[in-house]
């Protein structure tokens, strides 16, 4: 059974940085896209990232390019989101998720919240 | 970006009756390799988003049969054929075609 936890979110100034990770289990990692998702209180989902199997094809979105960094260890089947010069709206809860285009076994996520 | 148009955006419905969100998208969301990734998603209250329906039509593992999805092209719908009270929340059509993948604003159904 798929399964994916977050962790790492907190509490952060404006201008600071976070690395959030998620643990995957159940499946083959290093076989699969994985992303990023986050939601904002009271919105809806948004895709900020992902990362192909073997890490070679990476995108992102245009809120978060060169800010952002996606990567992800096969051998320890863990994601990660590098999150720097973090702004007040990317206040959010943050889920990775298996196959991008179908996403799919959304952990719990973690919060992240951009504050002074 | 591609635009996904829910409607309506809350849905009351009496227990027992059935249900119908639709979700449309700016442009065609058949991607090159002939699939339409079109996806539908659950969130109860204070829940993480739950997939139930991905390519337009295929429903998730554990997802009541009551759920179906259907469309093409850029029409698509979500229909809940008997709502129960656990059918609470908010349901959003998401496509994963086009970069950046693209949330509707997501439909509330509640019970009347």
């Known amino acids: 059974q798929v399964q994916l936890v977050e962790s790492g979110g907190d509490l952060v100034k404006p201008g600071g940085s976070l690395r959030l990770s998620c643990a995957a289990s159940?499946?083959?990692?290093?076989?699969?896209?994985m992303s990023w998702f986050r939601q904002a209180p009271g919105k809806g989902p948004e895709c900020v990232s992902y990362?192909?199997?073997?890490?070679?094809?990476?995108i992102y979105a245009d809120s978060v390019k060169g800010r952002f960094t996606i990567s992800r260890d096969n051998a320890k089947k863990s994601l990660y989101l590098q999150m720097n010069s973090l702004r007040a709206d990317d206040t959010a809860m943050y889920y990775c998720?298996?196959?991008?285009?179908?996403?799919?076994?959304w952990g719990r996520g973690t919060t992240v919240t951009v504050s002074s | 970006d591609v635009v996904m148009t829910q409607s309506p955006l809350s849905l009351p419905v009496t227990l027992g009756q059935p249900a119908s969100i639709s979700c449309r998208s700016s442009?065609?969301?058949?991607?090159?390799?002939?699939?339409?990734?079109l996806n539908w998603f659950q969130q109860r209250p204070g829940q993480s988003p739950r997939r139930l329906i991905y390519?337009?039509?295929n429903r998730d593992s554990g997802v009541p049969d009551r759920f179906s999805g259907s469309g093409s092209g850029t029409d698509f719908t979500l229909k809940i054929s008997r709502v129960e009270a656990e059918d609470v929340g908010i349901y959003y059509c998401?496509?994963?075609?086009?970069?950046?993948?693209?949330f509707g604003q997501g439909t509330k159904v509640e019970i009347k």
């Open positions: 998720a298996r196959f991008p285009r179908n996403p799919e076994g």
């Open positions: 159940g499946f083959t990692f290093s076989d699969y896209y």
């Open positions: 990362i192909s199997g073997s890490g070679t094809n990476i």
């Open positions: 442009q065609s969301l058949v991607y090159s390799d002939g699939n339409i990734y």
């Open positions: 390519k337009v039509s």
């Open positions: 998401m496509q994963g075609t086009h970069w950046p993948f693209t």
